[in-house]
């Protein structure tokens, strides 16, 4: 497997990225390699440095690129207006057949805009979508999509939950993942004209194991592995789960530090346990469903673990061949119009 | 101040909702009446046995009805089906001028159909919104809308900014509340249509004190004082907020038992401290914003302790005479159309 590594992409590039490469080596067998791309002398210093071992360096090969997408750039216009960018570049060996996934914890509107551009979208699908695996307290829970679409016709969530359901899977070697659509209430009257219509979609469809609308305070109690939602709505609950899990973590440690130094030992050590459970960096990254290629988005904040994960669920993807599974899917899915 | 309660609606009517009213005594004085609306047989005998000081008996009042709109009823048939229900008879009772406000924990949809039937909007209102207070670590957040209209025109949102500012001025003496839109990133480009629209809304209008988009992990950081989103998206938020509470707190509460009896104690005092500190039920319940009157619509599982604070809240925006507020700051602001 090919893997092409975004080197200049997220709060801590370069260096937890190439960081995270390195620690990938275990990873790496066979035809295996991982493509360094971005900076060429910074990348090319950092490999005479770095601590992989000699019989692992073959599994690394340097792309050197001049431009860089900031985080705040037009994702449309940054991928036309700096075709040498690692982003760019890196889609580009993907539609050339030069590799087979592509991992960035870079501008995640331009990875969406430029895999899209250059992979193409898989057969039959309307619109990709970007799939996260939320850690709950009763195992992992796959949102797609968190970002990829701030609007989603019905026809979209319907796919979402064929492509999503298929992630699941592959990654959890979940049988028949139980699919949920995320609403304000159980009921079919609940929710938007767009969900109320989507609800119908999914229950009508024989390849989707739906158990029903969800309300958001049953997303952490396991019972279901796929929810599907427009990228508006999965973006915003998505980083109002980090922004509220660490705002009550805080203000626990703040009063478990008052009681005493011993409790507070306690409370550390359990809090670092629990934590550790649930960490996201475990996950990698979250991919970009439905294009011609296996594109893995990581969080801005990714340190070198998630880079090395994203590496190792990148190969799991490419191996298990998910990309002709959601064709397989949606090809034999009922066809609904766009509208 | 006349409140209307609904001693039938909620997940613990009537027991705890009259308790609530019963606790609320000594918040009664001068004028002040309670209706009590619902069964009458059972409000009767629990009159007859409350715990209510002698002197205060003469601010409650029964008001018998003989129906009940149950929790899964369609809102707007069930208010029309069921003239005679706590509901609809409270909601009539605030547009013959015999009630101010009316509190129910019972079937949310049929209060705000009831409401905007009989109260009917206050001049120049659009829609009305669901404002509730979220507890966070930095003091509470006013977030409107959270359930009244599944989707929202940039008109609707530019309303909920300026009715939820009057509301958090007056429950919380904010002089000028900073209003923050919610979205999925900072930038003007960032979000749907709808949300890029309303955000020249809300910075054009000097009547807001708009500090602009807030993305979900920001949410309990304390940079504002009110967020305004669509009730899709404030509803799902709002129940996201107690279902991972719960979780994060029962995970640990698991983990912290295992540690040792000692540290559990130490541990349950601790999250019985900060659960309280954060309590929904210190703030009542939530108003519907923009009707012609005092709906506050309180939980589900609303305990006696919302109910009493709920009277509580809706004396004070009686009182504080929000909704004149409201009607001149929406005469005031920057008119635009309603698409």
């Not at 969530?157 to 359901?165: I, K």
Request: hydrophobic fraction near 45%; include cysteine.
């Amino acid at each position: 497997v090919r893997v092409a590594v975004d080197v200049m992409g997220g709060d801590r590039a370069p260096g937890e990225i190439l960081k995270g490469c390195w620690q990938a080596a275990e990873l790496l067998s066979g035809d295996d390699m991982v493509h360094l791309v971005g900076d060429g002398a910074i990348i090319n210093d950092a490999l005479s440095t770095n601590p992989v071992p000699a019989n692992k360096l073959k599994h690394y090969n340097v792309v050197a690129t001049t431009q860089i997408i900031e985080m705040d750039d037009s994702p449309v216009e940054s991928i036309r207006a700096k075709p040498d960018s690692s982003i760019a570049v890196m889609c580009r060996m993907v539609s050339k057949g030069e590799a087979d996934a592509v991992i960035s914890a870079g501008n995640t509107g331009a990875c969406v805009a430029a895999s899209q551009l250059r992979m193409r979208l898989l057969p039959g699908v309307a619109r990709p979508g970007i799939a996260v695996v939320l850690p709950t307290f009763h195992g992992p829970v796959v949102v797609c999509d968190v970002g990829a679409q701030v609007i989603a016709k019905p026809k979209y969530l319907q796919q979402f939950a064929l492509m999503a359901s298929a992630y699941s899977h592959d990654l959890f070697n979940i049988e028949t993942p139980r699919v949920a659509l995320l609403s304000i209430g159980e009921e079919d009257a609940k929710g938007t004209g767009t969900v109320k219509e989507a609800r119908k979609l999914l229950r009508d469809e024989p390849l989707i194991n739906f158990i029903g609308n969800i309300e958001g305070k049953d997303v952490f109690k396991g019972t279901c592995d796929v929810i599907v939602c427009d990228g508006f709505v999965g973006n915003i609950l998505l980083k109002f789960t980090e922004g509220l899990s660490e705002g009550i973590f805080q203000t626990m440690a703040a009063e478990m530090e008052q009681e005493s130094a011993e409790v507070f030992e306690k409370f550390k050590g359990v809090a670092k346990r629990i934590w550790a459970r649930h960490d996201w960096q475990e996950h990698g990254g979250a991919p970009l469903l439905g294009v011609g290629g296996i594109c893995m988005i990581c969080h801005g904040r990714s340190e070198a673990k998630a880079i090395k994960n994203a590496i190792r669920v990148a190969k799991q993807l490419v191996n298990s061949g998910v990309n002709a599974k959601i064709t397989a899917r949606i090809a034999q899915s009922i066809q609904v119009t766009d509208e």
